[in-house]
């Protein structure tokens, strides 16, 4: 396991992998899939590796599917950092926790709960006591009924070592400057908002200097290509790509709710992956809106 001080310093600035979770006929975890994904993922650069997530469907898996994708990750990643999805209720989540630790994971992305809304202290509650249940670093995801405000944050950060990251899916930046202004280096900052790459440049105005990417799994030349422009300030670099490549992906991508995971998984799938369907409640993309995500990506590695 990489100490959660050193896996925050790992992922401050390269850009974070999401891989998609490819299912068999008879709608199992495909482990060999999965792994040959990663192997050829393997030779373009990122900071780690976040397997189970929401490009992942983890909110489709079971507690013991997500350990077994970890452990296939584990196999393969070499000494790629392994963080993996954890969420659901807190029992549940502290569990899961514990059983990704004890199957080689470096670290955890912390989903929202499930349905309940709940007051600040009570989501600073279930946050502490995953942080207490693992030796392994915890990224805080903002979103849904898990958004913590700065002060709550702050507090968890100064109880929690292990908490080293906060990460953002909800789109509000000023709550995102107010968090980076006020912590500072404590933690490490990554932008989560589905096809980052699209929110990337105003993140970075309110110091969010990285991102994880969900095109990476089918188009890694191009997604590495992003971010090597956005870490280098070449906006004009970034808004071609955007023009010529991200646009055109998100005009597939919200033709349907859930595609923003659905495409992923087909692209990954045009490459010559096995991926399976997506789990209901997802939609796989029609014959005709994979045709047009192929005729995208056909002269993009």
């Known amino acids: 396991m990489i100490a959660p001080n050193d896996l925050r310093e790992t992922i401050r600035h390269g850009l974070l992998s999401f891989p998609v979770t490819p ?7 495909a482990k060999k899939p999965f792994q040959s994904h990663l192997e050829w993922l393997s030779a373009y650069k990122v900071a780690g590796l976040i397997v189970a997530g ?21 196999e393969v990643s070499g000494d790629a950092p392994v963080i993996a999805g954890c969420g659901y209720g807190v029992r549940m989540a502290c569990d899961l926790a514990r059983d990704i630790e004890a199957a080689g994971g470096d670290g955890i992305l912390l989903l929202p709960h499930y349905l309940a809304e709940g007051p600040q202290d ?7 006591a995953v ?3 693992t030796n392994m670093g915890v990224i805080v995801y903002n979103r849904g009924a898990s958004r913590v405000s700065v002060e709550t944050l702050a507090q968890l950060a100064d109880e929690c070592p292990n908490l080293i990251g906060f990460k953002d899916g909800a789109g509000d930046i000023d709550t995102v400057r107010r968090v980076t202004v006020t912590m500072g280096d404590r933690l490490s900052y990554i932008g989560g908002m589905p096809t980052h790459e699209l929110f990337a440049q105003a993140y970075r105005g309110a110091g969010m200097p990285t991102y994880s990417s969900a095109v990476f799994n089918f188009v890694p030349e191009t997604a590495l290509e992003f971010h090597a422009a956005f870490m280098a300030g070449d906006d004009a ?3 071609k790509l955007l023009t010529d490549f991200y646009y055109p992906f998100a005009k597939i991508r919200d033709r349907k709710s859930g595609y923003a995971v659905s495409a992923i998984k087909a ?9 399976g369907h997506v789990r209901a409640p997802l939609t796989d993309l029609t ?6 995500l192929l005729d995208l990506i056909k002269d993009r590695n």
């Not at 299912?23 to 975890?29: G, L």
């Not at 009570?122 to 502490?128: E, L, T, Y």
């Open 23 to 29: 299912f068999d006929d008879q709608d199992n975890f």
């Open 54 to 74: 929401g490009t992942g469907e983890m909110f489709s898996l079971s507690p013991s599917e997500i350990v077994n994708v970890v452990k296939a990750a584990r």
């Open 122 to 128: 009570g989501v600073a509650n279930r946050i502490r």
């Open 131 to 133: 942080c207490k249940a």
């Open 237 to 239: 670099k970034c808004e």
């Open 267 to 275: 692209g990954v799938a045009l490459r010559g992956f096995a991926t």
């Open 287 to 292: 014959e005709e809106e994979r045709a047009m």
